[in-house]
C-alpha cells in the first residue's frame, strides 16, 4: 500500500464555506470537513461529503492528528474563538497553509500570529476564487 493522499481540511459552518464544499467536490477534490457538532456533520453528510473530523475544542484528547495526511486547510469563520482554536490545531496537523475565510472586520494579525498563512476578507459567498489556490 502507498502513502495516503493529502486531504484538504475544511471548515465550512456558512454559507461561504458550504459553497467552497460543493466546488470542491465537484473537482472531485480529496478533502475532510473539520465539524464541532453532529448537526454540521450531518447537514454535510447529505450533500455526499465521506470525511471529517469531529471536533471537541474543549477537549483537547480530542485533538489528535488525523488518519491522513493534512494538506491546505481552510477555515470559514462564524466566531473569532472557533477560528482561533482550528488554526492552532491545525497548526500541528500541517505545515501547509492555512487560509482564513472572513466576513467580520477582526484584525488579520490575530489569525496570523496563530499561524494562519492568509486572512481573506469578503462579503460574498462567491469564493470560487479559491480554487485556484488548490
Same mark, same amino acid.
Given at each position: 500500500?502507498g502513502?495516503q493522499?493529502? %486531504?484538504?481540511?475544511?471548515s465550512?459552518?456558512?454559507k461561504?464555506?458550504?459553497v467552497?464544499?460543493?466546488?470542491v467536490? %465537484?473537482?472531485?477534490?480529496?478533502?475532510?470537513l473539520?465539524?464541532n457538532?453532529?448537526?454540521? %456533520?450531518?447537514?454535510?453528510?447529505?450533500?455526499?461529503?465521506k470525511?471529517?473530523?469531529?471536533l471537541?475544542?474543549i477537549?483537547q484528547?480530542t485533538?489528535?492528528?488525523?488518519?491522513?495526511p493534512?494538506?491546505?486547510?481552510?477555515?470559514?469563520e462564524t466566531s473569532q474563538?472557533l477560528?482561533c482554536?482550528?488554526i492552532q490545531?491545525?497548526?500541528t496537523?500541517?505545515?501547509?497553509?492555512?487560509?482564513?475565510?472572513t466576513q467580520?472586520r477582526?484584525p488579520?494579525?490575530i489569525y496570523?500570529?496563530l499561524?494562519?498563512?492568509?486572512?481573506?476578507?469578503t462579503h460574498?459567498?462567491?469564493?470560487?476564487?479559491?480554487?485556484e489556490?488548490?
Amino acid at each position: 500500500m502507498g502513502p495516503q493522499t493529502e %486531504r484538504i481540511l475544511i471548515s465550512a459552518p456558512n454559507k461561504s464555506g458550504e459553497v467552497f464544499v460543493r466546488e470542491v467536490m %465537484r473537482m472531485k477534490l480529496p478533502f475532510a470537513l473539520l465539524v464541532n457538532n453532529k448537526a454540521e %456533520r450531518d447537514k454535510y453528510k447529505e450533500i455526499g461529503a465521506k470525511d471529517w473530523i469531529l471536533l471537541d475544542t474543549i477537549d483537547q484528547s480530542t485533538w489528535s492528528l488525523p488518519d491522513f495526511p493534512v494538506g491546505k486547510v481552510f477555515l470559514f469563520e462564524t466566531s473569532q474563538t472557533l477560528c482561533c482554536r482550528y488554526i492552532q490545531i491545525c497548526r500541528t496537523w500541517t505545515a501547509k497553509p492555512i487560509y482564513v475565510i472572513t466576513q467580520a472586520r477582526h484584525p488579520r494579525l490575530i489569525y496570523k500570529g496563530l499561524g494562519a498563512a492568509y486572512v481573506i476578507h469578503t462579503h460574498s459567498n462567491e469564493v470560487s476564487f479559491l480554487t485556484e489556490t488548490l
